[in-house]
């Protein structure tokens, strides 16, 4: 029964934290709204999937080939914050902190799951690291085990460079994942960055 | 900055009990999605938005004339239940203790909010019970105060035509709301219901 509303249901309870009963309570809503919203909210879930793709410098998410941080002439180009996704960036600009750039890894190392540094953006670290007058790297990848590899392991390759290569404070509490952070513990985090 | 990954998340933050960080979860979570099933999601909203309608019959929702309920002939037509919303046939279909028709007033009566009986589906109940052999109406709406009432108008502008007029019992924890019912506890009330 209800057939239109039955694939509405289904398919909003493909989303995390959606069960039946929250997928039924929104889809009565959406059929609710007035149509305008509604369309901008399957237009915007279109637009996602059809524009998005990752920065070519940092690999943060973009509908262009250089990111809105990358392309911000205002910034600190002598920083790089070095996050294991695109979602970091956007909790780590909401403290304004940092005017900075950014790094996105796209993961985390865990050789058990076959994620080598190959598999991560590493090498476009180095070379960015390299090429471009960086002067600190801030690592802000998770403060648990696969992070805290990636964070020793970033450090090492760069020691060569000469950079300077900081890690966020553990003001995080451990085995916590960033994405959940508050905005005040984060901050905190980012001001007591020690060297590695 | 993320441009469009913001708009998305603004979007998905309309949606009852989707805050800012429920909201960007499911949005980073569409961007990683296949593009098929995010695609299905938008689809499934605009197809809603766009053929949804009122049953000319019940005013269920539908995407044709008359809704699956109505047009399925094995079921049993003496027998109406009366809901507010269309979303409540859906939570007593599942109970599965009645393969009858249903009738949706839109509402409930509260002359505070100006909800008269002419804004709802009243008449249209009054005319199909007439006209169409109903032997017995179940009246289903929330057991709160506005349903209450609704329930007892119904109740008296059905007592000429001789119908027998029965409410669903109160299983229900008073003031509480049908649509988060659980189905043993609405089954229950439903074969407990009793004359008015």
Same mark, same amino acid.
């Given at each position: /029964?209800?057939?239109?509303?039955?694939?509405?249901?289904?398919?909003?309870?493909?989303?995390?934290?959606?069960?039946?009963?929250? +997928?039924?309570?929104?889809?009565?809503?959406?059929?609710? /709204?007035?149509?305008?919203?509604? /369309?901008?909210?399957?237009?915007?879930?279109?637009?996602?999937?059809?524009?998005?793709?990752?920065?070519?410098?940092?690999?943060?998410?973009?509908?262009? #080939?250089?990111?809105?941080?990358?392309?911000?002439?205002?910034?600190?180009?002598?920083?790089?914050?070095?996050?294991?996704?695109?979602?970091?960036?956007?909790?780590?600009?909401?403290?304004? +902190?940092?005017?900075?750039?950014?790094?996105?890894?796209?993961?985390?190392?865990?050789?058990? #799951?076959?994620?080598?540094?190959?598999?991560?953006?590493?090498?476009?670290?180095? #070379? @960015?690291?390299?090429?471009?007058?960086?002067?600190?790297?801030?690592?802000?990848?998770?403060?648990?085990?696969?992070?805290?590899?990636? +964070?020793?392991?970033?450090?090492?390759?760069?020691?060569?460079?000469?950079?300077? &290569?900081? @890690?966020?404070?553990?003001?995080?509490? /451990?085995?916590? #994942?960033?994405?959940?952070?508050?905005? &005040?513990?984060?901050?905190?985090?980012?001001?007591?960055?020690?060297?590695?």
């Amino acid at each position: /029964m209800h057939g239109i509303i039955e694939s509405l249901i289904t398919e909003l309870t493909r989303l995390p934290g959606i069960g039946r009963k929250s +997928a039924q309570r929104l889809a009565f809503f959406i059929l609710s /709204m007035p149509e305008s919203e509604a /369309m901008s909210i399957a237009e915007a879930i279109r637009k996602v999937k059809q524009t998005a793709r990752f920065c070519s410098q940092c690999f943060n998410i973009t509908d262009s #080939d250089l990111c809105e941080v990358c392309s911000d002439d205002s910034r600190d180009r002598h920083r790089i914050v070095v996050v294991e996704e695109p979602s970091n960036i956007l909790v780590i600009e909401r403290t304004k +902190a940092f005017r900075c750039l950014y790094h996105v890894l796209l993961g985390a190392l865990s050789p058990i #799951d076959g994620i080598t540094p190959e598999k991560l953006k590493i090498n476009e670290l180095v #070379d @960015r690291v390299k090429n471009n007058g960086v002067q600190e790297v801030v690592i802000a990848t998770n403060p648990n085990t696969k992070g805290e590899i990636t +964070a020793q392991y970033i450090k090492e390759v760069l020691h060569p460079l000469g950079v300077k &290569v900081t @890690r966020i404070a553990y003001g995080l509490p /451990m085995g916590s #994942d960033i994405e959940f952070a508050d905005e &005040v513990t984060l901050s905190k985090a980012l001001e007591g960055r020690r060297e590695l």
